[in-house]
């Protein structure tokens, strides 16, 4: 029914936008954006800046959410929305390019206008995969995204590095200049992967019994319908707070990780490495959790990688090696792909069947709005006590709190983790 050809243009978006997520969100930005845009600034204060950028960014996607669902639902155009927001994205990071020295905040509005868009074109690449799968085949097609994802974003990064450790090689003058030409070729990476889904992958009919003029009433309808409903589903409810603190700590580990290792003096070339480590280990290891999942159930993965997550934050906080850090990012590596597989795998076994699509609606809005608070608590512990480390150990907070609600959930034994 669906053809090879259409599946592979789908997947390759993954491939497209994960050059964005590893890197700028979780390479390059963090380190330009401390020793290049907020030069002559103390760590703390640039730390801070950091936090805040990531908080605003991500709070303006979760309110952009509901609207954005409810056009994906009903308006249809899916494929034109996405073009127009990946396009969004992609422009503003080559501008990144164009940004001098000392602009942080010109830096700040670029990356939080990225992450925009990097977001709004992920609600209509996600309604797509209706498109180019069935009821058989949904999960291998959604798992083959990831897994483009993961490679596609790890093989241009690679290229980046190279070009910062030898930009000579390239024709660059020196390592800044390769960190700006890195953040263009995203973009350009970002545009030239979408085409094989704006070209086949086919568009879906919008829903016939809604009007273009009601999308904002009937989102927000909807959310709120969601929210009532959500009261009949208590152990629901904890999942869904337990996971909102916990991939709130884990998305800014990811975000805040190459920060904190300049912050306590380490070489940008050596975090850079463990980064690029980090993205190749990741794609095993989620395949691995897959099968931690399968035998000893979806909770029971999550606890172990929250676990992992826990002694990781403590020993963050007393390392001052470049080897030390590749520990850490090797381990972050191991379980960062678990906890995000096995959490969408148990939460889906918590749902009610039959209402699956407006349930994993909410649980994607909540997705977005993790990494707002985590950023800017370890900004402002950061900046308070003037220490790096104690700042990355409040996210124990959101850890454990997490970790402890997450016990708690029961596992309906119809549908057994």
Do not use: C
């Not at 909807?222 to 999942?239: K, S, Y």
């Amino acid at each position: 029914m669906y053809s090879r050809r259409q599946v592979l243009s789908w997947a390759f978006y993954d491939w497209a936008n994960s050059a964005f997520a590893t890197v700028v969100l979780s390479g390059f930005y963090p380190i330009f954006f401390k020793q290049f845009w907020s030069a002559g600034v103390a760590a703390s204060e640039s730390t801070f800046r950091l936090g805040v950028a990531n908080s605003v960014s991500s709070l303006i996607v979760v309110l952009m959410a509901p609207i954005l669902g409810a056009i994906a639902d009903r308006v249809g155009g899916r494929k034109r929305f996405l073009a127009a927001f990946a396009a969004l994205g992609a422009l503003s990071t080559g501008s990144l390019f164009l940004v001098g020295q000392g602009q942080w905040w010109v830096a700040s509005l670029a990356f939080v206008i990225g992450v925009l868009g990097f977001a709004g074109a992920n609600v209509f690449y996600d309604a797509l995969l209706i498109a180019v799968s069935g009821e058989d085949n949904r999960e291998r097609v959604s798992a083959l995204g990831f897994s483009l994802g993961y490679l596609g974003g790890g093989v241009l990064f690679a290229i980046n590095v190279l070009m910062t450790l030898n930009p000579d090689w390239f024709g660059l003058a020196d390592a800044a200049e390769a960190v700006r030409w890195s953040f263009l070729s995203v973009s350009i990476w970002w545009l030239v992967f979408t085409i094989p889904l704006l070209v086949w992958v086919p568009e879906p009919a919008a829903l016939a019994d809604r009007t273009r003029g009601h999308w904002m009433r009937d989102s927000f309808r909807e959310l709120l319908q969601t929210i009532r409903d959500l009261r009949a589903h208590r152990n629901l409810v904890r999942f869904l707070i337990a996971y909102w603190l916990y991939i709130d700590a884990v998305d800014t580990i990811i975000r805040m990780a190459v920060d904190f290792g300049l912050s306590v003096g380490l070489d940008s070339g050596d975090l850079i490495k463990a980064l690029l480590m980090t993205q190749f280990i990741g794609f095993p290891a989620a395949l691995v959790f897959g099968l931690i999942g399968q035998r000893l159930g979806a909770k029971a993965g999550i606890l172990i990688a929250l676990s992992v997550y826990i002694l990781v934050t403590l020993y963050a906080v007393f390392l001052d090696t470049a080897q030390e850090f590749f520990v850490l990012a090797a381990v972050i590596g191991l379980v960062q792909g678990g906890v995000q597989a096995l959490s969408r795998s148990l939460y889906s076994r918590l749902i009610p069947p039959e209402r699956s699509a407006e349930f994993f609606g909410f649980y994607n809005m909540l997705g977005k709005f993790a990494a707002v608070l985590g950023p800017v608590l370890v900004g402002a512990v950061t900046l308070m006590t003037g220490s790096g480390g104690l700042g990355l150990m409040s996210l124990l907070i959101l850890l454990v709190s997490g970790a402890l609600l997450l016990r708690g959930v029961t596992v309906p034994d119809r549908r057994s983790a």
